[in-house]
């Protein structure tokens, strides 16, 4: 990334519109600079948060079904970029772009060809999209706080046959993603962050302070290109923080979790001889204690900051005793 090439103007003015809560109005992508400069940065930071979710999907073995797929609301599309990317195109089933804005779905267009000739790409319009009987796989990407209401979405997305969906790590993204699940749990498997299909467990009135969020991690370059700093300096944004909601489904059936399966949510807070962990299994959400005392090797991981947060965690009182 060149900072110097990239409009700081137009970069701040769309970073404004994100934060104002009203991008949802209107189309706010004027140029194709507007496209390019946001896809070399703000996309690119999207991208790291996807790979993220792929990194924890390929953990769990999951694999895409074999379809065609629909990125809505696909900006610069670096949601499906990051999906080809990741699991390789497959050259017998369409790519469809949908987004209100023709240019955006026409630069996503562009960098998809140049990254996967052979694809077959369509762009679609609304009614196409009502048309359309089988979504396959449905990629949404940083769009929760743009939409009016949740209801065409879920309805596409029951009509789909994976939904693989990845946002901003808010608390109001989260919560509106628990809503999504909530409406479609009982048509599909849920294959993560949840490591079971049951009601949220936070949705439960203890929980009102949570929210399920996760955090990517920032590529070196991010710490040693000046382009970056200063992108992060001029945007106000702390480029270490990487945090996102996420909500994968599928109508396949999934690898079943074992009963002591949990995710662990958000940071933990690690302090001198322990951490408190909030952790998501079949039974509900809640704080769970780890001791250094107990587990020294889950700790040390824990303070190093690489502690995977899928586990399968025996637990007595509130407190972790295993780590299995
Ligand atoms: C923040 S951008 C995210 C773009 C892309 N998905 C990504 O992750 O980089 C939100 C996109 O949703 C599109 N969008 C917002 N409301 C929409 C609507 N009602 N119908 C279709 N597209 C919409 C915008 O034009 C924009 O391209």
Same mark, same amino acid.
């Given at each position: 990334?060149?900072?110097?090439?990239?409009?700081?103007?137009?970069?701040?003015?769309?970073?404004?519109?994100?934060?104002?809560?009203?991008?949802?109005?209107?189309?706010?992508w004027?140029?194709?600079?507007?496209?390019?400069?946001?896809?070399?940065?703000?996309?690119?930071?999207?991208?790291?948060?996807?790979?993220? $979710?792929?990194?924890?999907?390929?953990?769990?073995?999951?694999?895409?079904?074999e379809?065609?797929?629909?990125?809505?609301?696909?900006?610069?599309?670096?949601?499906?970029?990051?999906?080809?990317?990741?699991?390789?195109?497959?050259?017998?089933?369409?790519?469809?772009?949908?987004d209100?804005?023709?240019?955006?779905?026409?630069?996503?267009?562009?960098?998809?060809?140049?990254?996967?000739?052979?694809?077959?790409?369509?762009?679609?319009?609304?009614?196409?999209?009502?048309?359309?009987?089988?979504?396959?796989v449905?990629?949404?990407s940083?769009?929760?706080?743009?939409?009016?209401?949740?209801?065409?979405?879920?309805?596409l997305?029951?009509r789909?046959?994976?939904?693989?969906?990845?946002?901003?790590?808010?608390?109001?993204?989260?919560?509106?993603?628990?809503?999504?699940?909530?409406?479609?749990?009982?048509?599909?498997?849920?294959v993560?962050?949840?490591v079971?299909?049951?009601?949220?467990?936070?949705?439960?009135?203890?929980?009102?302070?949570?929210?399920?969020?996760?955090?990517?991690?920032?590529?070196?370059?991010?710490?040693?290109?000046?382009?970056?700093?200063?992108?992060g300096?001029?945007m106000?944004?702390?480029?270490?923080?990487?945090p996102?909601?996420?909500?994968?489904?599928?109508?396949?059936?999934? $690898?079943?979790?074992?009963?002591?399966?949990?995710?662990?949510?958000?940071?933990?807070? $690690?302090?001198?001889?322990?951490?408190?962990?909030?952790?998501?299994?079949?039974?509900?959400?809640?704080?769970k204690?780890?001791?250094?005392?107990?587990?020294?090797?889950?700790?040390?991981?824990?303070?190093?900051?690489?502690?995977?947060?899928?586990?399968?965690?025996?637990?007595?009182?509130?407190?972790?005793?295993? $780590?299995?």
């Amino acid at each position: 990334m060149n900072i110097n090439d990239l409009n700081v103007e137009t970069l701040k003015r769309l970073r404004d519109a994100f934060l104002s809560g009203n991008a949802g109005d209107s189309d706010y992508w004027r140029s194709i600079e507007d496209l390019e400069s946001y896809d070399q940065t703000f996309a690119q930071r999207i991208a790291w948060k996807w790979r993220h $979710v792929f990194s924890d999907l390929r953990k769990q073995n999951w694999l895409p079904p074999e379809t065609p797929c629909l990125d809505w609301g696909c900006g610069t599309g670096i949601a499906t970029r990051e999906f080809l990317r990741e699991f390789g195109v497959q050259s017998r089933f369409p790519i469809r772009l949908y987004d209100r804005s023709a240019s955006a779905m026409n630069f996503a267009e562009q960098k998809l060809r140049d990254d996967a000739p052979n694809a077959i790409i369509q762009q679609l319009s609304e009614s196409d999209l009502h048309r359309l009987e089988s979504i396959g796989v449905l990629l949404l990407s940083h769009i929760l706080t743009e939409l009016e209401s949740l209801e065409n979405i879920i309805e596409l997305a029951s009509r789909a046959t994976a939904v693989v969906w990845v946002d901003a790590g808010t608390y109001e993204c989260s919560r509106k993603l628990i809503a999504v699940r909530e409406h479609l749990r009982d048509q599909f498997h849920v294959v993560a962050p949840c490591v079971h299909n049951a009601p949220c467990g936070m949705l439960d009135d203890s929980n009102k302070a949570h929210w399920c969020h996760h955090f990517a991690e920032s590529p070196a370059e991010v710490f040693t290109e000046r382009a970056w700093s200063k992108f992060g300096s001029v945007m106000g944004i702390d480029l270490r923080q990487l945090p996102l909601s996420y909500l994968v489904l599928d109508r396949r059936p999934n $690898v079943a979790f074992t009963e002591n399966a949990t995710r662990v949510i958000g940071r933990a807070r $690690v302090y001198k001889a322990h951490a408190e962990l909030l952790c998501c299994n079949c039974t509900g959400v809640s704080e769970k204690r780890l001791t250094k005392r107990a587990l020294p090797e889950a700790f040390r991981q824990l303070k190093k900051g690489a502690f995977e947060t899928l586990q399968n965690f025996a637990t007595k009182d509130g407190e972790i005793t295993d $780590v299995l």
